[in-house]
């Protein structure tokens, strides 16, 4: 694992919170190895960690929602794993992106699935529709304005839709096909008694 660069300047809960969120995303790392969902070692981290105590400064506290995590990760992997990505950064209020376009946005993600919030606004604006309105936009500037947690809840959502839609069409198709066998394509000509039918 990459040792963290000395800094004086740095604070030290905010040292001490690089070194868990590295530890963090390495356990992240063996449980994918493993076969495990990623959902599943966020969760276990978050449990064990959010809530608790900085011992270099007892009056705050390691928060790390799930969600928390699972953007943390998201970042640190879109920046090439750089640990500069897991510092915190205060600063001005982060620039200015159209309400209608993050509307947009929210109403187009919540109805494909995608992989991750930046995978999502890479796709997104691209689309001939937002080219123009978007080129200033980064993913960074989006992850301020949403909800990570909401975005993955929305997708896992989508994934139990697209599995009943599909169980919906195998039961659709598994009855007309019990239909087709049952009944003709045309009803059965209509048989005469035996005897003389001939009427003038």
């Known amino acids: 694992m990459k040792t963290l ?3 004086n ?3 030290a809960w905010q040292k001490k919170r690089q070194r868990i969120l590295l530890h963090i995303f390495s356990q992240i790392d063996g ?3 493993r076969g495990e969902r990623i959902c599943h070692a966020i969760r276990r981290a978050s449990h064990y960690y959010h809530g608790r105590q900085y011992r270099c400064d007892p ?3 390691i928060a790390l929602a799930p969600g928390t995590i699972r ?3 998201d970042v640190w992997n879109h920046s090439g794993r ?3 990505s897991l510092n915190l950064k205060y600063g001005s209020r982060p620039s200015y992106i159209p309400r209608a376009v993050m509307i947009r946005f929210v109403q187009w993600f919540s109805e494909n699935r995608l992989p991750s919030i930046h995978v999502a606004w890479q796709k997104f604006s691209t689309l001939k529709r937002n080219v123009r309105q978007t080129q200033a936009i980064t993913s960074p500037m989006v992850y301020y304005h949403l909800h990570t947690a909401v975005f993955y809840n929305i997708q896992k959502q989508l994934k139990i839709i697209e599995a009943a839609q599909a169980e919906l069409t195998d039961l659709k198709f598994t009855e007309i096909g019990h239909v087709t066998d ?3 394509e045309r009803a059965p000509r209509r048989r005469l008694a035996p005897g003389n039918n ?3």
């Open 5 to 7: 660069p000395a800094s």
């Open 31 to 33: 449980s994918i190895s």
């Open 182 to 184: 049952r009944l003709p």
């Open 198 to 200: 001939f009427v003038i």
């Open 9 to 11: 300047s740095t604070p």
């Open 71 to 73: 953007h943390l990760w």
């Open 59 to 61: 009056a705050r506290r």
């Open 82 to 84: 750089n640990l500069a």
